[in-house]
């Protein structure tokens, strides 16, 4: 008895198996339900990939921007700064959230090879701090970081427009020396480097214009000798941004800092936009399914009104009719997102992985498709797709529980 009793203990669910197992008179409520299921699943698949996506495009922009500027960028709007060295341990000493820091030196200038000529954004780099804040290294793809002396770095694009390979050599002008006094010149400057790598940075807009420097070797040609014009700064698991308030805060004017989000904010504005308007559509998909679902209750209700009525006149409760048919609408829907969600993570997964589609860098910033899959997004597409499913069978629910048992056995 004990066992037959455990076997019976949830009468609503076992039925709403059957009920969904049995075979129909004419098998159209059976092709029904299994429409409404791919339905769902069509709408939880869409939504899983096309997230993933998006998230994926989002985070690849974090890592670009964070491995050329570093996740808090301080600069100063006025004259170069003379010391360094003491900023940057007053930095840490005042905001002990900045785990790493390197000094910059920052210009515009042009790049030329012959009569390949680009304008270019010209950095010094300290060889060795820099190295610690930003991922260039990882980002050279030909070559190695300028170790010694008169060696350049030269972003992919660039590269390709100066028509240079590693071990070539290319001039730079900068437009004037920055000195001071007798120093300080209004003609161009030329120089002379020998390329050391090619570096892919992951976005058009720093691959067509990026080069680097010793961070020496630029001060010694604007005529700043140890002088920077930017910070550049990891905090770790601390919040950028907060680190960045901070910063402006505590150092005031002329100096200026800014969290690496802000330096891109219409298009990661624009990104959370379309993820919230594209999710929005395709959740539109799980609605309509959920119509589906609701006619094939409806179905159910007219295929099973005989069943019903027995169920009714032996006992079976209104309440439990309608969590019957509240169970059959959830099972219907559950099924589907979960295999939805099967569907999607395996698409998702592929995208990322296969390669397949290649994007122009110079429309899409990148140039593939990435992927982040969040198991806490995912959880929530399966959740609320299960609840428009379980809400659109209320109507059917109702309409079965307020049947009376006569109704059936009448029409037999």
Do not use: C
């Not at 360094?84 to 515009?108: F, H, N, Y």
């Not at 005529?223 to 805060?249: H, I, W, Y």
């Not at 959740?283 to 179905?299: G, Q, T, Y």
């Not at 698409?347 to 498709?369: E, T």
């Amino acid at each position: 008895m004990p066992k037959g009793k455990s076997q019976y203990s949830n009468p609503v669910a076992l039925l709403a198996f059957r009920f969904l197992r049995s075979k129909s008179s004419n098998g159209f409520l059976s092709f029904i339900s299994i429409v409404s299921m791919i339905g769902v699943a069509l709408g939880v698949t869409a939504l899983t990939s096309v997230t993933s996506v998006i998230n994926g495009f989002r985070g690849e922009l974090a890592k670009v921007v964070t491995s050329v500027n570093g996740e808090v960028l301080l600069f100063t709007r006025g004259e170069p700064i003379s010391d360094p060295i003491g900023l940057m341990e007053k930095v840490q000493k005042l905001v002990p959230e900045v785990k790493t820091i390197t000094p910059s030196l920052i210009t515009e200038g042009m790049v030329a090879n012959g009569e390949n000529v680009a304008g270019s954004v010209i950095e010094g780099v300290d060889p060795i701090r820099v190295l610690d804040v930003l991922e260039l290294r990882n980002r050279i793809v030909l070559g190695v970081f300028p170790a010694r002396s008169g060696e350049i770095l030269l972003a992919k694009e660039l590269a390709n427009r100066l028509k240079v390979k590693v071990g070539d050599g290319v001039q730079v002008l900068l437009p004037e020396t920055r000195g001071e006094g007798s120093e300080r010149s209004a003609l161009p400057q030329v120089q002379e480097f020998v390329v050391s790598g090619i570096a892919e940075l992951g976005m058009y807009d720093y691959n067509s214009k990026y080069a680097y420097l010793r961070l020496d070797d630029l001060q010694g040609a604007l005529k700043l000798p140890n002088q920077v014009t930017t910070f550049k700064m990891k905090v770790g698991r601390a919040d950028p941004k907060k680190v960045a308030d901070r910063l402006s805060e505590l150092f005031g004017y002329p100096f200026r800092a800014k969290e690496w989000s802000s330096l891109n904010r219409n298009l990661l504005y624009s990104i959370e936009l379309e993820k919230i308007v594209i999710s929005i559509i395709l959740f539109a998909i799980i609605i309509v399914a959920a119509f589906n679902v609701v006619s094939s209750l409806i179905m159910m209700l007219h295929e099973k009104t005989r069943e019903i009525s027995i169920l009714k006149a032996m006992g079976f409760k209104g309440s439990q009719n309608f969590r019957l048919f509240l169970a059959i609408g959830g099972m219907i829907g559950g099924g589907g997102a979960i295999l939805g969600v099967v569907v999607g993570l395996a698409l998702s997964l592929f995208i990322g992985k296969a390669n397949l589609l290649r994007l122009p860098p110079d429309v899409y910033y990148l140039s593939r498709i990435p992927v982040e899959i969040r198991p806490l997004e995912i959880v929530l597409i399966v959740v609320v797709s299960l609840v428009i499913t379980v809400v659109a069978s209320f109507f059917p629910a109702w309409r079965v529980a307020k049947q009376s048992p006569l109704e059936g056995i009448r029409s037999e």
